[in-house]
């Protein structure tokens, strides 16, 4: 039975909504979402909450979170990349316990619509591929990069991609955006790789509905995604009824 390490990263501070990930969300705090996702998921053996914030922390706990470090200052900063914390938290982990983790789950608590048969099929679908070091959930953008522009040093508009060789809709390649709901790596690569994911290692994708997609940054973007979840049009399986 492989070892499956859920780690939620919380930071205390944000530029964009403070407080985002304490803030309640659907009737619960933000993180809550991601804890109680995690708590459904069986495939999980264990599931952390990497924060630099006693009051984050106390959140956390209060609903069935396991903090049981809290993140150093010099990764808590607006910069810091998201991959050196999941680094700190596996290895930390892996300290205390003495034993290896086979993958490792990034629950990012800006992305709570993600659902516990997602990440089992996500995981299902990764140790099926001992070739690829982790999968990736996307959506399929409303808007194809070939009509996005982007602003020369003159003033004037210019193709992102070269949209010239495209002359109809049906010749345009299928894209899909990253979406921030789910990612998962084989522990190894985790250990091994220290400066980030992209561009290496081989990873598969997991297409979820656009309409769940989402990273929220934003006063708008959490009320935006807070109203389809009310209203029942995004369901999250652990709020038994319709939040008020």
């Known amino acids: 039975m492989s070892r499956v390490l859920a780690v939620v990263p919380a930071r205390g501070g944000s ?3 403070p407080g985002k990930n304490i803030r309640p969300f659907a009737g619960l705090p933000l993180i ?5 996702c995690a708590a459904l998921t069986t495939e999980i053996t264990r599931t952390v909450v990497s924060t630099d914030s ?3 922390a106390a959140v956390a706990r209060a609903h069935g979170g396991d903090v049981p470090f809290l993140r150093p200052a010099e990764l808590a900063r607006p ?3 998201m991959w050196p914390v999941l680094r700190h938290a596996l290895a930390e982990v892996e300290k205390t316990e003495g034993a290896p983790y086979d993958f ?4 990012d608590p800006t992305s709570p619509t993600r659902t516990p048969d997602e990440i089992a099929e996500a995981l299902r679908r990764l140790r099926a591929r001992p070739d690829a070091a982790g999968i990736i959930s996307v959506s399929v953008p409303p808007y194809s ?3 996005h522009t982007v602003v020369d040093k003159d003033g004037f508009m210019a193709d992102f991609v070269d949209g010239g ?6 010749d345009v390649p299928e894209v899909f955006v990253i979406n921030g709901l789910i990612d998962i790596w084989r522990a190894d690569f985790v250990r091994t790789s220290a400066s980030g994911w992209r561009g290496r290692g081989r990873h598969l994708m997991l297409e979820t509905p656009a309409a769940r997609a989402c990273s929220i940054d934003t006063l708008e973007e959490f009320a935006a995604m ?3 979840v009310k209203a029942s049009l995004v369901p999250l399986p652990w709020l038994k009824e319709t939040p008020r």
């Open 15 to 17: 530029s964009g909504l």
């Open 32 to 36: 809550a979402h991601s804890l109680r």
């Open 54 to 56: 006693e009051e984050v």
């Open 79 to 81: 910069d810091t990349p």
């Open 104 to 107: 490792l789950v990034l629950l």
């Open 145 to 147: 990069p070939v009509w």
């Open 165 to 170: 060789r495209y002359h109809r809709r049906q």
């Open 226 to 228: 807070e109203a389809l």
